[in-house]
């Protein structure tokens, strides 16, 4: 069983920055592939980012290549999703995910934990 906690959001104004942070509890996280996926008001949730076991491989969304990157501290138990040059067109809620299956995951349906989202809210 895994517990995971997000932290770092908030209300940030057009082109400035958020780091988010992902805590997971329990043993073993480095055995776990992780991902960040996000959920605006009346659209579906989206993958976002997503990380290898090691973290030697990254996906993101074309959406937010070249803005985001997803990183990750085994012995810190912790994942991160560094948001720069942020637009309002990423606030939306945004869940870490954990995955005990595969070493590296997209899709939402293969995560085994969620964790509860975090606010991200990027004013024009």
Known sequence: QVQLVESGG????AGGSLRLSCAASGRMFSSFAMGWFRQA??????????????GGRTYYVD?????????????KNTVYLQMN???PEDTAVYY????????????????DYWGQGTQVTVSS
Do not use: H, W
């Open 96 to 111: 870490c995910a954990a995955s005990q299956r595969y070493s590296m995951v997209i899709i939402a349906t293969d995560y």
């Open 41 to 54: 008001p009346g659209k579906e949730r989206e993958p976002v980012a997503a990380i290898s076991l090691s």
């Open 10 to 13: 908030g209300l940030v104004q």
């Open 85 to 87: 040059s942020l637009k």
């Open 63 to 75: 959406s937010v290549k070249g803005r985001f990157t997803i990183s990750r501290d085994n012995a």
